[in-house]
């Protein structure tokens, strides 16, 4: 190799290693340099028909979405993010009829949240909002049998939702 193309290399080289790209597949838009912490308040359950560990397990997922997809600290209340709401709804209704015309074929379980979000380093970003989602199951099955499964499938799509227009550029 000639002199040129050597001096090519290390200039190559040397540009690839002063300048770093990264990239982040969470999605997230946090300035970390500015937004350090966040806090997440329980939800209480406000729903006319209540499951008793539905409020612990939203909770959970939700402090736990925003624990494992960024490096903002969790504390207590007064985050640089502040989350808190209500579950408002928590509902079954029949859905489908079968052949027979007599009876639904399924039954929908849909859950009701209200969600207040506040951005205490830039308030343009605040917002309150109310998320729904639901799930499906066969009718001749009892609720009890289906319930912790599609509670768990409906939150996560909720705290998804709510990560997503919190903290992420979606």
């Avoid at 997440?40 to 028909?49: E, H, K, L, S, T």
């Avoid at 939203?58 to 502040?82: A, S």
């Avoid at 109310?130 to 509670?151: G, W």
């Amino acid at each position: 190799m000639g002199s040129k193309a050597h001096i090519a290399i290390m200039v190559a080289a040397l540009l690839l290693s002063s300048c770093t790209i990264s990239y982040k597949f969470n999605g997230t838009i946090i300035d970390y340099s500015k937004v350090k912490s966040i806090s997440v308040q329980d939800f209480p359950n406000r729903a006319a028909m209540v499951y008793g560990p539905l409020a612990s397990s939203l909770n959970e997922m939700l402090r736990d979405t925003y624990t494992r997809q960024t490096r903002l600290n969790m504390v207590r209340q007064n985050g640089d993010l502040e989350i808190e709401g209500e579950i408002t709804g928590y509902d079954i209704s029949p859905q489908a009829i079968s052949s027979e015309n007599t009876m639904a074929s399924e039954t929908r379980l849909t859950i009701r949240i209200n969600v207040r979000y506040t951005n205490n380093t830039n308030h343009d970003d605040d917002f309150e909002r109310s998320y729904s989602a639901y799930r499906n199951f066969d009718s001749n099955r009892l609720l009890t049998e289906v319930q912790d499964e599609l509670i768990t499938e409906i939150l996560k799509e909720i705290c998804e939702n709510i990560y997503n227009d919190t903290v992420a550029n979606w």
